[in-house]
C-alpha cells in the first residue's frame, strides 16, 4: 500500500513527486511511457513566464508568479540549464499598444516586478534585429528561459534517491474505490494507495472520468517549432513575444538555454491528443509569423521542427481541485504550467494536508542535484575533469561537446534510460546541427553495453521506436577460415 | 542498339552499342568504354563489395570485394557465400578471405587491415 | 608542445595535406583525429570506384585509405588519435582533448583544416509528419552496415540522389533490403551517372526525379510510410500527384555541409557559396598559415581530387613555414552565369607556380557548352566541353600569363551551344 500515487510524470508529477519526496510518504509515480516528461513537458516553448497574461485573480496568475519566483533558485539547486534572459512583447501598431498598456496594468495586478514599456527605439537598442515596425514593446525582465524536460528530469531525479518508485510503460486502464482509497490498475498491475494525484497531461480528463462524473474535456491544441543553429543565436537575446489577439497568442522569437534560437507556435486544435506530427503549413505559418518579429532570421539554418501539445480544455483556468475524496486533479495545466511547475506541485501538497496526508519530513532527503556539464567548464575545470576521469577527453557529441563520462552519467543516472533521445534530454547529445547523425551509433554502442542488452533493443525514443532492424552476416559460418 | 551509362570511371558516357553490328560501341571516350559497352552487352560483369564477419577485431565486420569482376547474375548466389564466411583477426589488406568464389576463379578479398 | 603543423583530421584530406608536407621537408607535423582509427569517412565507404585518376587502379574507400595510411609509418609523423579539438586560437594554438593525453594546448607555426563535412538532416529540409525512429541519413546508416554490421530496415525509401544515397540502395539491397525507390527534388540526379546505373538500373529501384516526400508518417514509434509528391519548377509539392510508400526506413542522401565551426571561430572568412573558408590559390585562408582543403573548403565528389588538393595545402603550409608569408595582390575568382561557385575565391597571382586550377560546379546540366572566363566585360579564355552536370565538380587551368591580364576580378561563366 502506498500513500500517494501519481499518474503521469511530465513536469508537474515530476515537481510533485519531488515535493512529496521530501516527506515520510510512500509515493508511487506511475507513467504510460518509457521516461520522465514524454508529453507537453518535451516540446513546449521552454519559457519561464514573468507573469503579465493571465487574468488577475486565477491560478494561472498567482502560480505563474510564484513558480517563476520559485524557478532560479531551483534550477541552481538542481543543476538545471536556466537563463534569465527578460522578455518583450511587441507592439505593431495602435491597437496593440493598446493591449500592451493592459498587459503592463494586469502584471502589476499580478504582482510581476520590473515591467516597463519601451517604445520603438528603446527596444531595438535592447534587440538591434527586432522588426522597425515595432512601435511600442512590454519588457518584462524577469522572464527567462529553462531546459524544460531537465527540469522535469531533476525534480525526478532527485524524487527517486528520496525513495519514490517510478514505473514506466504503465498506463493506467482503470481505478477502483477501495476501503482505505483506490486501486490503480495498469496493464502490468495493481497498486493500491490511500490518495491519488491525477497528472495526466492531455489525458488527464480520460483519467478524471475513471472515478467521478465528466466535469471539464481536454481540447488539444498542436503547436509547430523550429529550432535554429547557434549561428541564428544573436537574432534574440530576449523572449520576443507578440501581442495575443483574436488570431492567437503570437508566435515567439527566443533563444534558448541551450544557446540556438527557436521560433514558434502556431495553435491548432486537433483531434488526436497523441499524435504531435508538425505539418507544411504550421511550419510555413510559424517562420512567416516570427519574420514580422525579427525580419532577419536565416531559416536555412533550421536544424530541427517538431510540434507540442498543449493541454487546453473547456474551462478556463488550470483544475486543481478534488475530482473525488483523496484523489486531485492537476488537469488542464496548459501555458504557463512549465512555469508554474514547481508552484502547483506546493498547492497540491497543502490539499493534501487539508484532506489528511501526514506530512512528517523526512530529514534524509535530499532537495539537490549536481550535475557536470564539460561544455561549461573552463579550461582549468576541464583539464581536472579529465585528469580524474580520462572519459571526459573523449569528446562523443562533437556539435554539443557532450562527453562519454557525461553519456555513461545519464545511462547510470536514477532514471534509466533506455533510449538514444533519453540520453539526448540528459545528457544533451544529439542536439546539434548534425542531430546525432555522428553520435548516435557510438550512443547505441554505449547504450547496449552498459544496459547489457543487443544494439537491436535500443529505442530512439518512446516503446516501439527501434533503431536497427537486424544484423547482417546473420548466417552460418560454412566458410571459417 | 543498347543505350548504356559507362560505369568504369566516374565520367560516366552515354554509350551505344549496336546489337546487329558486331556491338560495335559508340560514344564513348576511351578503348576502356568501348569494351565495357560491348561486355555489358553481350556478358555483364560488376565488382561486388560487401563486409564479413571478424572475429578478435576492434569492429565486426571486415570489408571485402571481389579481386576483379563477376558475372552480374552471380550477385545475390556470392552475397550467399560471403554471408556465410568468417574469418579471424588479423586479416591484411588484399588478403584472400574466399578462394575462387562460385567456381569464377575470382578471389574475395580483404580490403582494410584489422 | 610545438609543431611546424598541426593537421586536424586523418580523414583523405589531412592524411594527403600531412605527407605531403613531410615531403616539402617539414619534419615536426602531428596530425590530430577524433576517430580512433585514420580514415575517415572512406572506412565506411566499402564500394569500390576510388582513386581511378590517382592509382589508375578502382579501389574501395579502406584500400584508398590505406595506402596513405601505409605512408605514414615511418614518417615520423605524430598521429592522435580518439583526439577532439575543441578550438583554434588566431595564434595558432590548438586546444584537443582525449582520453589518453588530457586536456592539451599544442601549438603551431601553421594549421591545415581538414575536418570534412556532414550530411544535412530532416530538421535542415523540414520534412513534415511525425516524428519516428527509422528516418536515417545516408552516411548514418552506412555506418551501422558497413562498420557494425546492422541493417537498419528492410522497406527503404530514399530521398536525394546523391552518391551515398545510391551507394546505400544497391548496399541495403544486397544485404537483404527491398529498395522501393529513389526520390530526387531536382530534374536531375545530384550523383554520378555511372552510380544511377550500377546502383539503381542494375537492381530495377525507380528514380523519381522532380519528386519529394511531403509526410512522414509512424506506427508505434517507427516510421510506416511516407507520401510522395511530384513538385513544380519552384520545388512546391503540386496537390492531386501524391504517392504513399508503406516503408520501415527513410534515407536522406540531401546534401553535404561543411564543418567549419573551428574555422568560424577562428574568425576566418567563410564563403556562403562552398560554407567553406575563403581560401586562396595555395588553400589558404584569410589567416596567413592557416589552410584548408578536402570537403570542409567544398564538397568534392571524388577523394582523388580531395588528395590532390590538399597535398597542394600541405605543401603550401610546408612553404609557409620554410619561406615565410605569402605576399602578393589577389584578384578575386567570382562564379558568373551558370556557375554556383568557384574554388580558390582569391589568386595571388605573383605566388602561382605555373598555372592555377579553378573548380567549380554547374548549377544545371548543359549540353555542349562553353566555360568563358570573364575579366570584366573581355572573355580571357575559353574551355569547351560535352556536357556538364552540376553533380560533377568541373575545373579549368589559368596560365599566370591570362591571369595577368586580369584586372581586380575574374568571373567564370557557362554559355549553352
Known sequence: MTDVIVIGCGVIGAALAYRLSQYKLKVLVLEKQNDVAMGATRANSAIIHAGFDPEPGTLMAKLNVQGSNMARTLCEKLSVPYLNNGALVLGFDKEEELTLNKLYERGIKNGVEGLSLLDGEQTRAMEPHVSREVTLSLYAPTSAIVDPWEYALAFAEVAKTNGVDFRFEQEVTAIEKTAFGYTVITRKGRYDTRFVVNCAGVASDTVHDMVAPKSFTIRPVRGDYCVLDKNENSKAHCTLFQCPSKSGKGVLVTPTVHGNLLVGPNAVPCEDKFRVNTTADGIDFVKRMALRSVPDVDFRSTIRSYAGMRANHDRDDFIIEFAAPAFLDIAGIKSPGLSAAPAIALEALKLLEGVGLPMERNPSATDERKKLRFRNMTVEERQRAISENPLYGRVICRCETVTEAEILGAIHSPLTPHSIDGIKRRAGSGMGRCQGGFCSPKIVELLARELGISPLEVLKDGAGSYILDSETKDGEKANEL | ?114 | MSYELIVIGAGPAGLAAALSARKQGLTRIAILERDKYLGGILNQCIHNGFGLHRFREELTGPEYAGRFIDELSGSGIDVFTDTMVLNVTRDKQVHCVSPQYGYRILEAQSVVLAMGCRERTRGAIGIPGDRPSGVFTAGTAQRYLNLEGYLCGKRVLILGSGDIGLIMARRMTLEGAKVLACVEVMPYSGGLSRNIAQCLNDFNIPLYLSHTVTEIRAQNGRISGVTVSKVDENRRPIPGTEMDFECDTLLLSVGLIPENELTRGMGIAIDPRTNGAVVYENMETDLPGVFACGNVAHVHDLVDYVSKESEKAGAAAAKYVLQGPNEGEAIDVINGDGVSYTLPQRIRVSALDGAAEIFFRVRRNYGKAQIEVLSGDESIAVYKRDRLAPGEMESIRLSRELLSKARGEIRVSIKEQ
Open chain 2, 1 to 114: 542498339m543498347k543505350e548504356l551509362i559507362c560505369i568504369v570511371c566516374p565520367r560516366g558516357c552515354h554509350l551505344q552499342v549496336d546489337e546487329d553490328n558486331g556491338f560495335a560501341v559508340t560514344g564513348n571516350s576511351c578503348p576502356r568504354g568501348a569494351e565495357y559497352g560491348r561486355n555489358e552487352a553481350v556478358h555483364p560483369v560488376r565488382t561486388l563489395t560487401s563486409t564479413v564477419r571478424i572475429e578478435g577485431a576492434p569492429i565486426t565486420r571486415l570489408p571485402v570485394r571481389t579481386a576483379s569482376a563477376i558475372p552480374k547474375a552471380l550477385l545475390f548466389d556470392a552475397m550467399n557465400e560471403i554471408n556465410r564466411t568468417s574469418v579471424h583477426a588479423p586479416v591484411k589488406r588484399g588478403q584472400a578471405v574466399i578462394k575462387d568464389l562460385l567456381g569464377t576463379g575470382v578471389d574475395v578479398i580483404a580490403t582494410r587491415d584489422l
